[in-house]
């Protein structure tokens, strides 16, 4: 029998040959005694797969009942949550896109143009190609065609489905038949996977313990379920097995040490299963903050690099960190175009000039600081900053500048991809500075004052240039960051009480009230963990005013003049911004319509517009409608848990 190899194939089957010949790694880099494990995990949650698409099947034909059908979706998702570890670390794409993501419509990973469809390309089709490895690894490009909006598939979607109250059963078993078939192709490619880099793993199991922490517990992959506590001790026990081992390679007392903490957070979580009642404070002061410190100390004792030191590329979660809620969790130069090595003191001096300088505007009345004060966390406290034209006002409610650099996008609409393009919209927008860099530049350049200051940051003759500009304002907004709050020093273990009021709130936070579920902890905003690649934006269908039933009109993402956002998914969509120091930044939300934090968590508690028989007007609303039940207390637990993320501005 002949074989004929397409060009795709044959450059796959090259490109598989060169990736996994062992003469490209140095002796000793790379380690097989993982294989097994992953192997074992990967080819048992096929097993439960296959299992609930035939448990579906009988669904559908009335041979298997709910129950069946809902206890099959919890053992899959527990046998998904012991393989997540490795699963999500080699393959994020791939499981957000078709395995685990969230259950709302989205933009189609892989948009086909139609003249693709029926045709071959190199002797495959758009569908074949998609069909021989994950996403992760595909070009994309190949066949791309304009984006396209489809519906969520995976387990999430599952779990909010067959744990709600209409349940179709020809829709449930197609999702079972698509899990199946998209998770044939990661069981595919872990087989062909020859080697794992102790590095890798090291690090796949502590970004798996962010992500425990920061979207397991708080119920966001369980939406239907909320067998959160269980699904959390399943990763664990999978992080476990997958760590062994390096536990075998520490001596006795370090052993007992890391499993001890293991085992303690296992047992822990098995033991308060109850979702509304898990002390979530307890959980992160007593058990998880210890565990996480503890598997950084073992990758310092087994020697074992990080990713950023083994190929140079920085990331934004720092592997260094030993705290969720470390000053260092988070690398800001993640975020912008400067880079660490090209900051400094003066250069931030420099940008804190710029910033308070209202002569850089056309008017000579506007700075930075104008709309972002220092005292109200560099908000301004109206609901919408005055404009430099005279009795007119910005669009939109000004949002603090603290922590503002960890974001992969910028403004309420997402319109900025760094704090280089943010400040180039500001100084273009003619509500605002409503001048150009070339007349910025002139002034600098006319400056002997600014003269001697770029000289100073960027060294002799170094004159005033767009670069330079961006360079310094970048260094000073970028240096307007702080997790040193009370409720931080606490977490750190660096204070020793915290009152029982902010303890429940902060459990409300990240449990019934579903606050965590979208502000992600440790930023408390949409930077998506455990990456803090992406940032979230939120359809809430706030109202143009509390007392009111009028929706607010802004169109929001929809309208920032990106080709992929220019989807009805994206009407109404705002960036979700941090709520850190919100005690000083009211008014809320883009329209600053809110002036209380009490008619803030109101809004949640009834469930936006949608929630008061309003989702007509808000057809997209991604905010869940359900009525969160807090009562009086609970809602001022939460305040008083919010306003303890106050710091210090002074300062800055």
């Known amino acids: 029998m002949s074989v004929k190899l397409t060009v795709p194939v044959l450059f796959c089957v090259i490109a598989v040959w060169f990736w996994h010949s062992p003469d490209i790694y140095t002796s000793g880099y790379y380690q097989d005694e993982f294989r097994p494990v992953v192997n074992h995990q990967a080819f048992a949650l096929a097993k439960e797969i296959e299992k609930l698409n035939t448990v579906a099947e009988g669904y559908s034909q009335k041979s298997a009942t709910l129950k069946q059908l809902r206890d099959q979706v919890a053992k899959t998702r527990i046998a998904f949550k012991q393989a997540e570890c490795i699963l999500e670390y080699y393959y994020p794409k791939h499981i957000k896109s078709y395995i685990n993501g969230p259950p709302l419509n989205h933009l189609d990973p892989y948009p086909v143009k139609e003249e693709f469809h029926d045709n071959n390309y190199y002797g495959l089709t758009p569908q074949e190609y998609s069909k021989t490895q994950p996403i992760d690894h595909l070009n994309t490009d190949h066949y791309r065609g304009a984006p396209r909006v489809v519906a969520p598939v995976g387990l999430q979607v599952l779990d909010e489905t067959v744990f709600g109250d209409a349940i179709e059963a020809n829709a449930v078993l197609q999702l079972t038949a698509n899990l199946k078939e998209r998770y044939a192709i990661l069981v595919k490619a872990v087989e062909f996977r020859n080697y794992y880099y102790d590095h890798e793993i090291m690090e796949a199991a502590r970004l798996e313990l962010v992500r425990i922490f920061t979207m397991g517990i708080t119920g966001f992959d369980t939406p239907g379920s909320l067998n959160a506590m269980e699904e959390a001790a399943a990763s664990l026990q999978g992080m476990r097995e997958i760590l062994q081992p390096f536990l075998s390679r520490l001596n006795a007392t370090q052993k007992q040490q890391v499993e001890s903490l293991l085992n303690k957070n296992i047992a822990y979580l098995i033991k308060n299963k109850d979702f509304d009642s898990f002390d979530r404070l307890v959980f992160m002061t007593d058990y998880y903050n210890p565990l996480y410190k503890a598997l950084r100390d073992m990758q310092l004792k087994l020697s074992i690099k990080s990713s950023q030191e083994v190929s140079g590329e920085i990331s934004a979660w720092n592997a260094n960190s030993d705290n969720l809620f470390g000053e260092d969790f988070l690398n800001p130069y993640y975020y912008t175009l400067l880079k660490e090595q090209d900051d400094s003191p003066e250069l931030r001096a420099l940008g804190k000039e710029l910033f308070y300088d209202a002569a850089l505007s056309s008017s000579g009345t506007m700075s930075c600081a104008t709309c972002h004060k220092p005292e109200l966390a560099f908000s301004d406290g109206v609901p919408k900053s005055l404009a430099s034209a005279e009795g007119k006002v910005v669009l939109r409610n000004s949002p603090s500048l603290i922590n503002s650099v960890f ?20 100084i273009e927008n003619h ?9 910025i530049l002139k002034k600098l350049g006319s400056s002997t004052k600014y003269k001697a200051a770029f000289e100073k940051a960027f060294g002799n003759d170094s004159e005033a240039n767009r670069y330079r500009f961006s360079a310094a304002l970048t260094s000073y907004v970028a240096s307007l960051r702080s997790f040193d709050s009370p409720f931080d020093r606490f977490a750190r273990g660096e204070a020793n009480t915290i009152s029982p009021q902010v303890k429940q709130g902060f459990n409300l936070f990240m449990g019934k009230a579903a606050c965590a579920t979208c ?8 930077i998506v963990p455990p990456l803090y690649h992406e940032n979230e934006s939120e359809v809430l269908g706030v109202m143009t005013n509390p ?4 929706v607010d ?18 009407r109404h969509s705002f960036k979700t911004m941090t709520v850190r120091n919100v005690k000083l930044t009211a008014p809320y939300f883009h329209n600053g319509a809110y002036s209380t934090l009490e008619q803030v968590i109101d809004f949640y508690n009834t469930g936006g517009a949608a929630g008061v028989g309003m989702a007509y007007e808000v057809p997209n609303q991604t905010l869940p409608p359900d009525h969160l039940n807090l009562s009086k207390k609970e809602v001022a637990a939460l305040i008083a848990f919010l306003e303890s993320l106050t710091i210090d501005t002074k300062p800055f």
């Open 553 to 570: 009109t802004d169109s929001g993402r929809i309208a920032n003049n990106i080709i992929e956002d220019a989807e009805e998914i994206y």
């Open 431 to 439: 509500l605002e500075f409503n001048t150009t860099f070339t007349e």
């Open 547 to 550: 007392s009111t039933m009028v």
């Open 407 to 426: 974001s992969d996008k910028y403004f309420y609409d997402l319109r900025a991809v760094d704090l280089e393009e943010q400040a180039e919209h500001v």
């Open 519 to 526: 502000h992600f902890a440790p930023t408390f905003s949409g």
